[in-house]
Every structure is written in C-alpha cells, then in structure tokens.
C-alpha cells in the first residue's frame, strides 16, 4: 500500500497542490456538515481564494453525525485530492483549505468553541435540506423536527443545525462578540432568508432578547451553489492513488464545471472568492430560482423516471434517446416558468445542462439523487406550475415529474428491484400511500403538507398527474418513457 497523503511535498508534477502554504493561514470559517459537495465546492473555492488573497480564512470542518469524514481527514492534515473529471480526463487537485475535521454527534463543545472563538467570522452549511428543520409555510422553524424539539428541551447542549447556531451565537452575544456571518449552501429557495427566518424563530422561543440581536446583527447572505458531486466510492480512491501515488481515504471526485452567486454581506469580511469563480451580486434569487427548477427540477424528473427504468447513472439516462428528450422537454419547460436574466440565455443554459448530465466520466446515480423527495420537490417542481399556469404554459412536464415522484414515493414496485426509500418522511409516505392505486395516492397527497394550498386546489394539475401515475402503475417504466416522448413533439 502506498503512503497515506498527508503533505504536499514529492507528488508527481502533474498533481496541483495550494498555490499557498496552509500552515500559514489561521482558521476563519467553521463548516457544517463535511460532505462530498462542500469538499468539491466551497472548499475548493476558498482553496483558490487563499492562493490569491491570502488571509485567515481556513476552514474547520465539523460533520453533525457520522465520525468518517475527521477520521478520514486528520490524519492527512485535513488535506485530500479532489479529481475533477471532464471530456477530456482526470485532474488531481490538494486542497488545502480545511484546517481541521471534527464530528460534533457525541460531543457538540469543540464545534461551538469554534464558532465562539473570534477568528470565526463565518459559518458555512451544507447540511442537506432535511437537516434544518425549516418550517416552509410560516418560514420558521419546525418543532416537531427531531433535532429541533430535542435542542429546544435543551439549548444550552444542542446537536441540531438550528440548536447549534442558535447555542453559538448566545455564546458570543454573552461575550461581546459580533455575530458571525451565516451562510447556507444548500439548495433551497431563498436560501439565506429562510435560514435566517428558522434561526430567529428559534432564537426566540429561548432568548426573545437574542432574537433581537439576532435579527438587528448578524448576516444571512443567500447563495446559489452547483458543481455536480457524486457520492464518492472505492473506484474514488483508487483513482486518486493512480494519480497521486498516496492512499487518501477522504478523495472526492466532481465535475470541472462550478458555479456560486454569492449576496456579498459579509459584516466580518470574507475570503477572495471570486478567485475561485464565485459571482457577487445584489440578488441572487433569480439565479437560485434558475438552478433549482432546471438543473434540480430535471434531476428529479431524469432521477425517478431514470431509476424506475433500470437506469444506474445519470449519464444512461442522458444515453437512451426517450428520456433525453423529456430531460430537454422539461428543461425547456422550467426555462418558460423563469423570469430573464441579464447575461443568461436560458437556452444556452438548458444545453450546458444537457452536456454536464451526458459527461460520460461522472458516475452520479440516480438513486442518490431520488433521495429526500418530500423535501425537493417543492422547489424543483412544484414552484414552477402555479407560474406556468400564470403564464399559459403547458404543466404536463411538472406532472410527468410528480408522478414519477409519486411512483417511487409509493414503493409501487410491479417493475423493479426492491428499495428502501430514503426520505426524511419515509414513513408518513408509506403510511398515505399503502393503497397504491393512482387515486388513491393522489387523494392522500394533500394531507402530507409538502405541495402549498394553490398547488393542491388546481384540480386540473393532479388529474394530469393521476392519469400519467396510473400508466406508471400498470406498464413498465421505459414504456411510458418511450410513449411519453412519442406524444412530445416539442422534445
Ligand atoms: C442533485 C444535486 O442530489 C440531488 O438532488 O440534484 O445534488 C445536484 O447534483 C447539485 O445541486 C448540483 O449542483
């Protein structure tokens, strides 16, 4: 076995290793949730960021369960290769960006010393969207969410992302300390304001006064994140031994491609992100309303339908004919429901999109991106039809999507190998949907409370949906592919 990576010195020349020492940069960012993407993205961001303008910005990372991200990282210095795959081959990079790895499951005091210390300016999450506890309908928290009723009976020991924030930022309003910047880097609408609607509502049902200063001080940019990531495998690591000649058992692999429009309010300061690529803007609303409905809303579709046909990876969906083109009907679809953008062209957009899903190097499965539904669709998909309708557009490509939702949801399997679902509602799913005709798990749908009251009352809408899921459930997946792209001339 080859040594363990733990020093940028004697890799072969090929490899890119920091353009900075980073030993000689402190720590200024305390990362949530040490996953593949934030590896792939925010850490490679600010890896390009300390190259060239320097500063304290290292990022501690903290993983809120699982032990395997620090373990896999301290002994390499938190340094690992992160292989961006394109057209034309493998690339190695060492990021040397993240200046500690911790697992805050057992015991939450070092992550909340790191948030409290001063050199912390900014708190990073990639939690994924189930792990807030976001109340979407009052924009607050939720505190039936397990993590968040659990850190509300005890706030002063919290394990949740709410609990946490909350707990450090009472640490440092105690301290004298300004607030640090928080920023979600996880896909969901409106991505800063809705953190920053669950913190206080959090903040208040402990401390009304630190609410307020909260709510008076501290900054919730929001964000628009994207670089495809696939979850990593042994394949990874072997990989990333042939081109760096170093076992690494925390190697990442990406795409080349990635984007971040970041709302530049950073009261503390920030790194030189856009080193890295990141975009600063005033709003980045309409970039995250674009990425969500046409990169994740076609994921979902291309996720769903893809699975149920036997598909393993997004790249053999995009290589079967039928489902590229309800991939293409519905980014074309999603592009009709968005306002425009200066400097975007929607259509070329949809191509690069088409482009990025096709790249034969990138092994994402479709499984891992039909994970969590209960919690996606909503902005991918269901957002998009009252504004179709508003606009005349033809909704069949949000329906087709839904039921393909719904099929995997159901667990209806007449067609497939056994799953379990994965989903932070997998119960409460299993229990509407146990009579799996199409009209029946169409009529427990509204008791679920994911789809907004406008949504459930246009009738319209789900009698599309009920007539497609029925096909579903009664014919193999790939014919209804196959029928459905027939009928789309538009595709
Ligand atoms: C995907 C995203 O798993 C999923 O739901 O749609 O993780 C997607 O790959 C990223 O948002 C791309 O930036």
Redesign the pocket.
Known sequence: MSKRLSTTEDLPGDVAVPGYRPQDHGTGIVHLGLGA?ARA?LAAITDAALASGGGDWRILGVSLRSARPADELTPQNGLYTLIERDGHGARARIIGALSGAICSADDSDPALEAMVDPSCRIVTLTVTEKAYGLDRATRGCDPAHPAVAADLVNPDRPHGVLGLLVRALGMRKDRGLPPFTVLCCD?LPENGPLLRGAVLDFAGRVSPDLAQWIAAEAAFPATM?????PAPTDETRVEAERLTGCTDLAAIETEAFL?WVIEDNFPLGRPAWEAGGALFVADVAPYEEM?LRM??GS??LL?YAGFHAGKRYVRDVMADPALAALVRRHLDAAAGTLPSLPGIDLADYAEALVARFSNPAIA?ETF?????GSE?MPQ?IFAAVPQARSKGADIRSFAFATAAWLRHASGAMHDCEPYALRDPRAEALTAAFRDKSAEAIIAAVPVLGIATPDLIEDAAFWQVVQSILAEMLSHPMHEVIEREAAASPSS
Do not use: G, P
Request: proline residues 0%; aromatic residues 4%; glycine residues 0%.
């Open positions: 993407f993205h896909n994140v994207d670089r495809i990531t984007q990425k990169l994740n994921h979902s996720a994402h891992q991106i039909a994970m969590d996606k991918r």
